[in-house]
């Protein structure tokens, strides 16, 4: 290759590598995680109850949701999660975190009771909002957010039984779309970058 091919190369390459900044700059984040995450089909609007009534996601238009699912006799997966979501939460200012509301989705409605869950949630922040229904408004939310649970016999032991589930918390948007499954052990600092994105 001559020198003058060489150079023209070199600058083809640079042009293509400029091109792709800019695309993926003006390409909004929320369309590129879609598409490169796979979430387009995924989440949607549910109903479940709370202590207080009835929640629909819909309620929360306007805001960022967090939303996880577990059960309170989680031993530490849950716990984990949770206090992640809390700690994201206080580490923004108060008008940023008046914007994000918490939602902890029991998949153990036979033991989890609504006021179980309130004061579980609450444990965690004051407007962490504990979730449950029956189990095929449960399965029907799982389904949708592309999540998994079931139920697993523990012989010897008091509690009987104890559930594996998927640990992601879901990132869902002002407009009720799902922005991101963020990954169990996701650092706190990469969660609040994540939140602050979409604020």
Not at 14 to 19: E, M, T, Y
Request: overall charge negative; hydrophobic content about 40%; glycine content about 8%.
């Amino acid at each position: 290759m001559s020198t003058s091919n060489k150079f023209l190369y070199i600058i083809a390459l640079v042009v293509l590598f400029s091109a792709g900044l800019l695309l993926a700059k003006y390409t909004p984040w929320t369309q590129q995680s879609a598409v490169n995450k796979g979430y387009t089909n995924l989440g949607g609007d549910f109903v479940l109850e709370s202590l207080e009534g009835q929640v629909k996601l819909e309620d929360y238009r306007g805001k960022l949701v967090l939303m996880y699912f577990g059960f309170t006799s989680c031993p530490d997966v849950c716990p984990t999660a949770l206090s992640f979501i809390a700690a994201s939460m206080r580490a923004l200012p108060k008008d940023l975190e008046a914007q994000i509301q918490p939602l902890f989705i029991s998949v153990d409605p036979k033991r989890d009771t609504l006021d179980n869950l309130a004061k579980y949630s609450a444990y965690f922040h004051p407007r962490m909002l504990g979730i449950t229904g029956s189990t095929e408004q449960i399965d029907q939310v799982v389904k949708s957010y592309g999540s998994y649970y079931t139920f697993i016999p523990l012989e010897g032991s008091a509690l009987g039984y104890t559930v594996d589930h998927t640990s992601r918390i879901y990132l869902i948007g002002q407009e009720g779309q799902l922005i991101s499954a963020i990954a169990h052990g996701t650092p706190v600092d990469e969660i609040i970058a994540l939140l602050k994105s979409h604020l």
